[in-house]
C-alpha cells in the first residue's frame, strides 16, 4: 500500500484545528504546606483498579508472551495428532493427560523465558560490562568457566536427557543405562565442564581475534578419533549417540543468551567487540567440548569396571529406582528440579555480583519477580515436558514403525508395503524435522543477523530454508539409522569429514554461521520431542537405543548453511566476471 503525501500546510491546518490546549496547572496537584510553611512530598494516591481494568492491562503483557510460545509448541502436536490419527489410523491415548501437559509446557515456557529474560539476563549483562575492567583475565576465564557449568544444570532439556534413561535396557547396553542413571549427576557435571572450557575459549577468541576455522579443527579432530575409537568396542559403541546427542542439549534458551551476552559484554569491555564476528563461536564450541567429554566419561566408566561388573550395577540400580523417594516422583521431583536447576545458578551470580564485583542491581524487585517466574516455569514446564511433550513424542514414534513394520500396539501392522511405509516414515521426520526448526525464535534472530553481516547476500529467508533442510534430513538419515540399527560412526564420521572439507572452501563468514545454525536449532520444544520420538521408535523396532537423532539434525544444518554459502559466493563471483568482461568489451570497441 503506497503511503499517501500532505502539503505541509494542510497538514499544520489540520493540527491546529484539532488540538486542544490544556493548562499544566490542571494537570498537576496543588502544592501543600506544613503549619511552617514548608512543601510537603506529594504522595499519590493508592490504584484501586477493578478487575476488568487488571485485565485489560495484563492482557497486552501475556498475550504477546503466550503467542510466541503457542506458535512453537501447537503446530507441532497438531501435526503429531493428526499423523496418528489420518496415518496411522491409531488414538490418541490418554489425550487428556498429553492436552494438560502441553498447556503446561506452554504455560512453563512462557514463564521460565520471561523469567529469563528479567532475572537472568541483567546479571549476565551487568557481569558482562564490569568483570574485565575490575579483575584480571584469568579471573575472569574462572567465572566464565564456572558459570558454564551452572547454566547447563539450568537448560530445560537436560531433564528430558535425564529421564531417556529409564528407557534404556541395561543388560543391552549397560555402559549406557549406568551413564544415564547412576552416573547421571556426572554426566551433566561433564556436559557442564564442555560447556564451560567451550566459552572460555570464545572469550578468547572475541578479545584476540581468532578465527573459527582452526578451532573447528582443533576440537572436531580428537572428537572423531575418539569416535572411531569407541566405535570399535561393541559396548562403548552404544554411548555414542548419547554422546554426540549431548551436543544439541547443551545449546539451548539458557546457555546461549546468557554466556553469550557475558562474552561479548567482555569484549566490548575490552574494545574487540565491534567485528563482524562478535557473537559467533561459542555456541560452536559448546555444542563439540560436551560431546568429547562425555565420550572420555564413557571410557572412565569403562575403566573402572568390565561390562558384566557394570551390568550387575546397572541391574542393582534397576531394582533400586522401584521404590523411588517422594522427591523422585511426580510433583516433587519436578518441583525439586527446578530449584536445583535455577537456584545455585542464581547464587553464584549474586555471590560474583555482591563480593567479586562490589555492585548492586538498579532493579532488586524487578530481578527478583523475574527469577520467581523462572523457578516456578522450569518447575511448570518440567511437569508438562513428562506428561505431555516426552509422552505425544515417545507414542507417535512408537506408532510410525507400524507403517511399515509389525508391532504389538497396532494390531493391523504394517499397515503399508515395506517401501511406501519406510517412506512414510521418513517424509514424517523429515516435515516434523523442517517444521520444528523454522518455529525456532533463535532461527530468526541468527537469519536477520546473517542478512546484515552479509549486506543482503545471504537472506534471512534462505538462510532459514537451508538450516530447516538441513535439519529436516538429518532427522530423517537419523530415523532410518535406527529403523536399519546402523552404526552411528558410520554416519557421522562421513557427515563431519564432508563439513570438514567444505570449511576448508568456505569463507570466514560463512563458516561462522553455519556452525552456529546447528545450535541455534535444538530449542527447549524440539529436543525433547525428537528425543522422545527417537527413543520411542528405536523401543518400537528393538532397537538396542534410539540416541542419534539429535546428531544428525546437528550435521545437516551446517552441510546445508556451507554449501549455500559456497554458492552464494559462486554467484558473486560469476556476477562479477561478466561485469568485468563486459567492462573489457566496451573498452575494446573502437569509438
Request: glycine share 10%; proline share 5%; net charge neutral.
Amino acid at each position: 500500500m503506497s503511503a499517501k503525501q500532505y502539503r505541509f500546510g494542510a497538514f499544520l491546518q489540520e493540527v491546529t484545528l484539532r488540538q486542544h490546549k490544556v493548562s499544566y496547572k490542571l494537570l498537576v496537584p496543588e502544592i501543600e504546606t506544613d503549619a511552617a510553611g514548608n512543601e510537603l512530598p506529594y504522595r499519590p494516591r493508592a490504584l484501586h483498579p477493578t478487575p476488568l481494568q487488571v485485565l485489560h492491562i495484563v492482557r497486552p503483557y501475556v498475550g504477546v508472551r503466550l503467542a510466541e510460545q503457542l506458535r512453537a509448541v501447537v503446530p507441532l502436536a497438531l501435526y503429531l495428532v493428526l499423523f496418528q490419527v489420518l496415518i496411522l489410523r491409531e488414538e490418541v491415548t490418554d489425550s487428556w493427560v498429553i492436552g494438560a501437559g502441553l498447556v503446561a509446557v506452554v504455560l512453563g515456557l512462557m514463564l521460565f523465558m520471561e523469567g529469563l529474560k528479567l532475572g537472568l539476563m541483567p546479571f549476565g549483562e551487568l557481569i558482562g560490562g564490569t568483570l574485565p575492567a575490575r579483575c584480571r583475565l584469568p579471573v575472569v576465564l574462572a567465572v566464565i568457566f564456572l558459570l558454564g557449568i551452572g547454566v547447563t544444570f539450568a537448560e530445560p532439556a537436560i531433564g528430558a536427557l535425564k529421564a531417556a534413561g529409564q528407557i534404556v535396557d541395561p543388560e543391552r547396553a549397560p555402559y549406557l543405562y549406568a551413564l544415564l542413571n547412576g552416573w547421571s549427576e556426572y554426566l551433566v557435571l561433564v556436559v557442564g565442564i564442555g560447556v564451560g572450557a567451550a566459552a572460555v575459549l570464545g572469550t578468547l577468541r572475541f578479545l584476540y581475534g581468532v578465527s573459527l576455522k582452526p578451532m573447528i579443527y582443533a576440537t572436531l579432530a580428537p572428537t572423531l578419533l575418539l569416535t572411531a575409537y569407541l566405535a570399535a568396542d561393541p559396548e562403548l559403541s552404544k554411548v555414542l549417540g548419547l554422546a554426540w546427542d549431548c551436543g544439541a542439549v547443551t545449546t539451548g534458551p539458557v546457555t546461549v543468551p546468557l554466556v553469550l551476552s557475558l562474552g561479548i559484554g567482555i569484549a566490548v569491555a575490552a574494545g574487540k567487540g565491534q567485528t563482524s564476528l562478535s557473537g559467533f563461536g561459542i555456541v560452536t564450541l559448546a555444542s563439540l567440548f560436551p560431546v568429547l567429554g562425555v565420550m572420555l566419561l564413557g571410557l572412565a566408566l569403562a575403566a573402572s569396571g568390565d561390562a558384566e561388573q557394570v551390568l550387575l550395577q546397572a541391574q542393582a540400580l534397576q531394582q533400586a529406582a522401584a521404590e523411588p523417594a517422594w522427591y523422585e516422583r511426580t510433583p516433587g521431583a519436578e518441583v525439586v528440579g527446578g530449584l536445583r536447576a535455577v537456584v545455585p545458578l542464581v547464587l553464584f551470580l549474586f555471590l560474583v555480583l555482591h563480593y567479586l564485583l562490589r555492585e548492586r542491581l538498579s532493579h532488586p524487585g524487578a530481578i527478583a519477580y523475574g527469577l520467581v517466574l523462572t523457578v516456578v516455569g522450569m518447575i511448570v514446564f518440567n511437569v508438562g515436558l513428562s506428561y505431555g511433550l516426552a509422552k505425544l513424542g515417545g507414542q507417535s514414534g512408537g506408532l510410525v514403525p507400524a507403517a511399515f513394520f509389525s508391532i504389538e500396539a497396532v494390531a493391523e501392522s504394517p499397515l503399508y508395503s515395506l517401501l511406501l511405509g519406510l517412506m512414510i516414515a521418513v517424509a514424517f521426520a523429515w516435515i516434523l524435522g523442517f517444521a520444528a526448526t523454522l518455529a525456532e525464535p533463535a532461527l530468526n534472530a541468527l537469519g536477520m543477523t546473517v542478512e546484515e553481516l552479509t549486506n543482503g547476500a545471504f537472506r534471512k529467508r534462505l538462510l532459514m530454508l537451508a538450516v530447516a533442510l538441513g535439519v529436516g534430513v538429518g532427522i530423517a538419515v537419523g530415523v532410518l539409522k535406527i529403523v536399519f540399527d546402523l552404526p552411528i560412526a558410520a554416519l557421522l564420521l562421513p557427515g563431519y569429514g564432508l563439513a570438514l572439507v567444505l570449511t576448508w572452501f568456505s569463507s570466514e563468514e560463512f563458516v561462522n554461521v553455519a556452525w552456529d545454525s546447528a545450535g541455534v536449532t535444538t530449542g527447549p520444544v524440539t529436543v525433547p520431542l525428537v528425543l522422545a520420538m527417537g527413543l520411542g521408535f528405536g523401543e518400537a523396532v528393538g532397537a538396542v537405543e534410539g540416541f542419534g537423532i539429535l546428531s544428525m539434525a546437528s550435521i545437516g544444518p551446517i552441510v546445508a548453511v556451507l554449501t549455500t554459502g559456497l554458492w552464494i559466493r559462486w554467484k558473486i563471483e560469476r556476477r562479477h566476471a561478466a561485469q568485468e568482461a563486459r567492462a573489457d568489451r566496451a573498452q575494446e570497441q573502437p569509438a
